[in-house]
């Protein structure tokens, strides 16, 4: 059974492009590399087919990951979000009270994590323990280094 997953528009139309260029781009060029390589002869010691074959196996997991995640996504009318708790796609502005530190994070689908552009997966320690608080909360969140206390400081959209 898949779990469901929460998406912008714009997330949603993001994952469609990445797997129809897995299928209509990689794919063929995966298969062409495969013909290639099976037309150079003996294929027991033709490490090209081999090599071939082996991205072509990783390239079908992800196109069936790819798929059954967007079979699972729900697409969220951000305009009807509580703008009063963290939930799914909130952008939250927390404080490390550790560390005095302050952070601005999205809280985003699993497919859609990139930490780089300050998107967490809901399903991470930190969207776990976010989700749900209002600002001035504080949220505990074990780590493996012990306990990270996170101030609630702005939730936007």
């Known amino acids: 059974m898949s779990k469901v997953s929460y998406y912008t528009e714009e997330g949603l139309k993001e994952l469609r492009g990445e797997l129809e260029q897995l299928e209509q781009v990689d794919r063929p ?75 601005e994070y999205t809280l985003v689908a699993d497919a859609m994590t990139d930490i780089k552009k300050g998107k967490i997966s ?8 976010l989700l749900g608080k209002k600002v001035g909360d504080i949220a505990e969140i074990k780590v493996p280094a012990g306990v990270m206390k996170l101030e609630i400081l702005n939730i936007s959209r």
């Open 29 to 103: 060029r995966i298969t062409n590399a495969i013909a290639e390589a099976r037309d150079k002869g003996d294929l027991s010691e033709n490490a090209e087919y081999h090599a071939a074959k082996e991205e072509q196996s990783h390239l079908e997991f992800k196109i069936a990951q790819l798929k059954n995640v967007v079979a699972n996504a729900r697409l969220i009318d951000e305009s009807q979000l509580d703008l009063t708790k963290v939930l799914a796609l909130s952008k939250v502005k927390i404080k490390n009270l550790g560390i005095n530190k302050e952070f």
């Open 122 to 129: 809901i399903n991470s320690p930190i969207g776990k323990g």
